[in-house]
């Protein structure tokens, strides 16, 4: 609210008494000798100060005509008037500052933000070797629709279109589309990203929508019966022929605060701590310790995409503490065949989406070997130290730890 300030200019008006001022007229009649004799107070109207604020009035405060003198005066030769004195009542100036109304402050309202509705407008069909997507154009369920442009699975465009029913379809191969394939012990798991990217209404620079990236997957049981042929039973359990054959089933996964159980949702806030498990599964092999060689973040699935961030390498150095002084760290290591550590969650400034990938790469070596420069996990914290307590070897994170293990073309992709 704006306040006025207003200011009062108080003038003082200096009043003679009309007979003296006379008698001094009548006295003198040289104007040589007049010329000087006049002060400030004669060259200066005097004005009542009702006079001042209602010119319309000061006729009627006149009470005294002029005398014959001071008329002579004012019809001087020399050009010499003399200037009159207005007498009558004077009022004292009674005038105040306006009082300001007090404004009544308003009453707070109970006032809750509503939060949208989450829409139920994508449907999967998950086939053999296909997958079939259907999104409604009415995306939000707000009545907007969405045009086939804005919409994606994994930068493969929209293949058809149902006017009537205002349905957009998705039809493609599930290695297509950049569909990340990923395995853990039961299921194999297809999964893709349907980005929406708004776009300004026809003759507008607005949009009344925001992106989206929705996720779909396709999950399918890795033990089944595929073939019509009869089983035939081996004398060597699974086990260990997986062993026997040196393949090992390594996973990455997120995790809960405490480290009980999988985190299910993948949504972090800025700063926030995510918490990560490398783990190999043994089966009938030895003991085995896992390593974290290196991980890199991306934007999209494809690990040498730009831009990137690394943020463990050489070898098992977590650099991401002393490169941006976060609280980046491995865990005090509990089992050989698992290793935990906990990533601060960021995202790429210059990105246009607030998703990241994260692919690491994974070792697994005899729990009866000694760490070594190539076989650690170190953190830092005003100076390198190890998950496993050997210190030692922490000492070469600041130089070269051996040559960086490669990330390959994996058909998996990663997390």
């Given at each position: 609210?704006?306040?006025?300030?207003?200011?009062?200019?108080?003038?003082?008006?200096?009043?003679?008494?009309?007979?003296?001022?006379?008698?001094?007229?009548?006295?003198?009649?040289s104007p040589r000798s007049m010329g000087p004799k006049l002060d400030a107070a004669s060259r200066s109207p005097a004005l009542s100060p009702r006079g001042l604020w209602n010119p319309l009035q000061v006729a009627s405060q006149f009470q005294s005509p002029l005398d014959p003198v001071s008329k002579n005066l004012a019809q001087d030769?020399?050009?010499?008037?003399?200037?009159q004195l207005l007498q009558g009542p004077v009022k004292p100036l009674d005038w105040r500052?306006?009082?300001?109304?007090?404004?009544?402050?308003?009453?707070?309202?109970d006032f809750q933000l509503r939060q949208p509705v989450t829409p139920n407008s994508v449907a999967v069909q998950?086939?053999?070797n296909r997958v079939l997507v259907?999104?409604?154009?009415?995306?939000?369920?707000?009545?907007?629709?969405?045009?086939?442009?804005?919409?994606?699975l994994g930068g493969c465009p929209v293949v058809g279109q149902d006017p009537e029913s205002r349905v957009l379809i998705f039809e493609y191969e599930l290695q297509d589309c950049n569909s990340v394939l990923m395995m853990n012990e039961d299921e194999l798991v297809y999964t893709f990203s349907l980005t929406y990217t708004p776009e300004a209404l026809a003759g507008t620079p607005i949009t009344r929508a925001d992106g989206a990236v929705v996720g779909v997957q396709c999950h399918y049981q890795r033990l089944q019966n595929v073939s019509s042929d009869a089983l035939r039973p081996t004398w060597v359990p699974y086990a260990s022929t997986e062993a026997g054959q040196e393949v090992l089933l390594f996973s990455l996964k997120i995790m809960m605060d405490d480290w009980s159980s999988q985190r299910p949702s993948y949504s972090y806030f800025l700063g926030g701590v995510i918490n990560i498990e490398a783990s190999v599964k043994q089966y009938n092999h030895v003991p085995l310790r896992v390593f974290v060689e290196r991980c890199v973040a991306t934007q999209v699935p494809d690990v040498n995409s730009l831009p990137r961030y690394s943020f463990i390498e050489?070898?098992?150095?977590?650099?991401?503490?002393?490169?941006?002084?976060?609280?980046?760290?491995?865990?005090?290591?509990?089992?050989?065949?698992?290793?935990?550590?906990?990533l601060e969650a960021f995202m790429f400034q210059e990105g246009s989406s607030p998703s990241i990938y994260i692919t690491c790469i994974l070792k697994a070596t005899l729990a009866s070997a000694p760490?070594?420069?190539?076989?650690?996990?170190?953190?830092?914290?005003?100076?390198?130290?190890?998950?496993?307590?050997?210190?030692?070897v922490c000492g070469c994170c600041d130089s070269t730890c051996g040559p960086d293990g490669e990330f390959a073309a994996s058909p998996y992709g990663g997390w």
């Open positions: 609210m704006v306040f006025l300030k207003v200011a009062l200019v108080l003038v003082v008006i200096v009043t003679f008494d009309l007979p003296d001022v006379l008698g001094s007229v009548r006295s003198s009649h030769p020399f050009g010499l008037q003399e200037k500052y306006p009082i300001v109304p007090e404004v009544r402050s308003e009453l707070a309202v998950c086939g053999e259907e999104v409604q154009q009415d995306f939000f369920s707000n009545g907007q629709l969405i045009q086939p442009t804005g919409l994606s050489n070898h098992g150095c977590f650099v991401d503490a002393k490169t941006t002084a976060s609280s980046s760290r491995f865990m005090p290591r509990s089992q050989v065949d698992k290793i935990q550590f906990q760490s070594d420069a190539q076989r650690k996990s170190c953190s830092f914290a005003n100076g390198w130290f190890a998950a496993d307590g050997n210190d030692q």
